[in-house]
């Protein structure tokens, strides 16, 4: 039996799963407020919950809204700022009195959808999340590729290469003026293709503040403002991806996050990367997740092989 944790910044989420991927029992809770101590605890009770309904003890697994640095064996690039410079996986390798594997959840999400996903079969699998924050994993001969430095598929936090006139809008609703992130820089891919993000270029048109579901939901309904917004956003997903693209040239490509549910961008997407990737044809697929908001948690249980 394997265990998966994902750990959120509001929920918690626990699943047991067999060999063949069926879901043997599964548990959310709150995310303790920003106090790492009772994170520990919550993700331990949460496992050997588990561990008592199903009457079976499994190998756990854990993904985390970061990364473990290789060089010194604490947290990092993790918006959970509660985790950042904390040794989470020994931890919890000692509150389990296991071994615990520790992996970013985009990675996670990646490995999921490659393992009997929507990604299953394919070479390579570029994993997106494109939600509250924008991350990826790569997984290739169904095997996740972390890189020395644990950060393979990073491209959040890579400028996005789009004209100065389209880098920096109007202020935003925070009265900021520049696309800063919480990374420290600024024009990074996730302040144009997160869901913050996609709020704040309608807000900086506008003035007025919509969730992207809004956006998305008024643009169907003939707003044209809303549908100028998304052929934005869908360009600018285009580009950012034709940088994966013309790096890794993955088989498949899969979308996750709250945005990924926007069903335009599997048809409009793939017909703008041709301007961007330097190839004669792009035949790299476009897909929606198999197992949606459920990928995460599965792949954290998939870290450990049969």
Not at 13 to 38: F, H, M, Q, W
Not at 101 to 111: H, I, M, P, T
């Amino acid at each position: 039996m394997r265990i998966g944790i994902d750990v959120g910044g509001t929920k918690i989420e626990g699943i047991a799963i067999d060999r063949s991927g069926a879901t043997l029992c599964r548990k959310r809770v709150s995310t303790p407020d920003g106090n790492y101590a009772d994170t520990i605890d919550t993700i331990v009770s949460l496992v050997l919950h588990i561990e008592s309904v199903t009457g079976r003890t499994g190998s756990v697994g854990v993904g985390i809204p970061g990364t473990v640095s290789p060089a010194t064996g604490l947290v990092k690039n993790a918006n959970s700022t509660c985790l950042i410079g904390k040794p989470l996986d020994g931890d919890l390798c000692r509150a389990l009195g296991r071994d615990v594997r520790v992996a970013n959840d985009a990675d996670c999400f990646a490995l999921s959808e490659a393992t009997d996903g929507a990604g299953a079969g394919y070479s390579t699998v570029f994993g997106v999340i494109l939600g509250t924050g924008v991350g990826g994993g790569l997984v290739i001969g169904g095997a996740l590729v972390s890189g020395p430095n644990a950060i393979a598929g990073e491209w959040g936090h890579n400028r996005l290469p789009v004209p100065e006139d389209r880098r920096y809008p109007p202020a935003d609703a925070g009265g900021g003026t520049d696309r800063a992130c919480y990374c420290g820089r600024t024009g990074c891919i996730e302040t144009y293709l997160s869901g913050p993000g996609l709020s704040r270029e309608y807000f900086a048109r506008t003035g007025k503040t919509m969730s992207p579901g809004q956006i998305s939901a008024a643009a169907e309904q003939g707003d044209t403002l809303c549908e100028a917004v998304l052929r934005e956003y869908e360009q600018n997903l285009a580009i950012g991806l034709s940088i994966v693209i013309n790096i890794v040239d993955p088989a498949v490509i899969v979308l996750g996050g709250g945005l990924s549910n926007l069903e335009r961008l599997y048809a409009n997407v793939p017909r703008l990367l041709a301007a961007h990737v330097f190839s004669d044809t792009v035949r790299t697929v476009l897909l929606p997740p198999e197992h949606g908001d459920s990928s995460g948690v599965r792949g954290a249980a998939w870290l450990w092989p049969a």
